[in-house]
């Protein structure tokens, strides 16, 4: 199991969300998060436009980190929001 994990998704080429960044407990604090997120803001400003919008939703006290790389908080003006869906699995005989 890799100790920790980064990864980017993005729609329609102008919109960009950085999600799933995970660093195994036990190797928290030791600036490996700041590696992952280095690495893909170095994709992100070398594979975007000027003007892209590039989000993410941050667990405190992760927000501290994302701080770093520029990102702010979006309150007032627009909040996070989430769902969850129960997934229905539907079996068919045939």
């Known amino acids: 199991m ?5 990864k980017s998704d993005w729609r329609w080429g102008t919109v960009f969300h950085v999600v799933d960044i995970a660093v195994n407990p036990s190797y928290q604090r030791k600036g490996l ?3 992952v997120m280095t690495e893909i803001m170095g994709y992100l ?4 436009f ?3 919008y590039v989000s993410l939703i941050a667990d405190s006290p992760a927000d501290k ?3 770093q790389f520029g ?5 007032p003006g627009s909040v ?3 769902a969850f869906i129960e997934v229905k699995i539907i079996f ?3």
């Open 2 to 6: 890799p100790n920790c994990y980064g």
């Open 33 to 35: 998060g700041k590696k």
């Open 45 to 48: 400003d070398t594979h975007t």
């Open 50 to 52: 000027k003007g892209s």
């Open 65 to 67: 980190l994302y701080q």
């Open 71 to 75: 990102f702010c908080y979006t309150a």
């Open 80 to 82: 996070g929001c989430i």
């Open 92 to 94: 068919s005989s045939s």
